[in-house]
């Protein structure tokens, strides 16, 4: 399904992924890097380039915008959020985009990497996409579709509402966020800042899904500290933190209960990091579930299998510090569900049938959901995300900047 917006998305998703905006979680700093303010004063200068109203980049690091009024109807403030920053979990520097204009339907290479090759078989939705115009990343970085399509989208529909006055909609604040992707999107000064009565994250996948459910999320640190002493003279003193921390690792579910072994709405436990030395070793962890109940288990079994290597080896010391990360959407979501009705007849209304899948994941929504802002999800079209395999159709993009287009309108009703 073409769409008139096909080449400004597609001119945007090029100029905004060949940015490395990549985010650190273990940077102290707000953003955690530098870099992705490169983006964000790019997109302050868009943004008032097109007309939009009170442009401003935060000292918390998020851009944020006005789409001012059409209709004196007394709409709510609806916002329009995506983030700028890509994923640390591989390569995002020196992004090379490439487009593959009307795409055959066959197996699709990549010109840095002769032996990375994305299938109809491999991603059974590419199979869908015959014709259309696919956009990947070279074959030694992501692409950065995650979510700078998402600010492709937003920063089409806005330019369009502002260029096209006659188009009735209400008040809608924009918001460019950083550091989505390690959990810090969301800055505590946010929900009052954006000033909306509900949002939407442009933030997810395949056409037509509306997401309002997301994993709930924790962090888990677990620190050993061994005994540390000159290997030559070791004999009955060393306590080797790397091995304990290899014991806590191999005493945790392999079989169920991690990424690779779960599906649907089943939970996790996922080691993300194991970094130290025979002295001192760091673990961490993140632990998911659909249901608050779920999550907590999976952090109690967590500390009981660090009591246990404990137990073994009085010498060490093992500490276990989980901290909460996200709530799931749906629990704020489902006892107000306008936003997303609304958002499901307006995919309607472009002859695309909502899908309600849950979040194997999080977004910013789920925060500021959390935080009293209800903000459901929806697609932008974005495949095998954080890797070199991603890819999104332009034909996607186009179809979720319809979907903003008819939220703004029916908000106004």
């Not at 490395?20 to 868009?46: F, G």
């Not at 962090?219 to 070791?234: K, L, N």
């Not at 179809?399 to 008819?406: E, I, P, Q, S, T």
Request: charged letters at 20%; glycine letters at 10%.
């Amino acid at each position: 399904m073409r769409t008139d917006f096909d080449q400004e998305l597609e001119d945007r998703l090029l100029r905004y992924t060949a940015i490395d905006s990549q985010s650190d979680e273990e940077s102290p700093t707000q953003p955690s890097t530098a870099i992705q303010l490169d983006m964000q004063r790019l997109l302050v200068e868009e943004l008032t380039a097109i007309g939009a109203a009170d442009v401003r980049l935060t000292d918390y690091g998020a851009v944020l915008a006005t789409i001012p009024a059409t209709t004196d109807a007394k709409a709510p403030v609806i916002g329009f959020l995506a983030h700028v920053d890509t994923a640390p979990q591989f390569n995002a520097t020196g992004v090379k985009p490439r487009v593959l204009k009307n795409y055959n339907g066959g197996a699709i290479t990549y010109p840095d990497a002769p032996g990375l090759t994305l299938t109809p078989e491999g991603s059974p939705y590419l199979a869908t996409k015959a014709g259309h115009d696919i956009i990947t990343a070279s074959g030694t970085t992501l692409l950065g579709a995650d979510d700078k399509a998402g600010v492709s989208v937003i920063m089409t529909a806005a330019r369009h509402l502002l260029a096209n006055p006659h188009i009735p909609h209400g008040a809608i604040r924009i918001a460019f966020t950083p550091d989505e992707e390690v959990g810090r999107g969301v800055d505590k000064r946010l929900p009052a800042d954006l000033g909306a009565s509900f949002a939407y994250t442009f933030d997810g996948g395949e056409v037509g899904e509306i997401e309002y459910e997301s994993f709930s999320a924790d962090g888990a640190t677990v620190t050993i500290t061994g005994v540390s002493i000159h290997p030559g003279m070791a004999k009955g003193k060393l306590v080797n933190a790397l091995h304990l921390a290899a014991k806590i690792v191999q005493t945790l579910p392999q079989a169920t209960m991690t990424p690779e072994t779960t599906k649907g709405t089943e939970g996790f436990l996922h080691v993300t990091d194991l970094k130290g030395s025979a002295a001192e070793a760091v673990i961490k962890l993140i632990l998911r579930d659909f249901e608050l109940e779920g999550l907590a288990a999976k952090g109690e079994l967590l500390q009981q299998v660090c009591a246990a290597v404990q137990a073994g080896e009085p010498r060490a010391e093992i500490t276990c510090e989980i901290k909460p990360q996200y709530r799931n959407m749906r629990y704020w979501l489902e006892k107000d569900m306008t936003p997303v009705d609304l958002a499901r007849a307006a995919c309607r209304d472009i002859g695309i049938e909502p899908v309600s899948v849950p979040i194997r994941g999080g977004t910013d929504g789920s925060r500021l959901t959390e935080m009293g802002v209800p903000c459901p999800n929806i697609f932008t079209g974005m495949q095998n995300i954080h890797g070199p395999l991603e890819w999104i159709s332009v034909q996607d993009m186009g179809a979720a900047v319809k979907m903003a287009l008819g939220i703004a309108e029916r908000a106004a009703r």
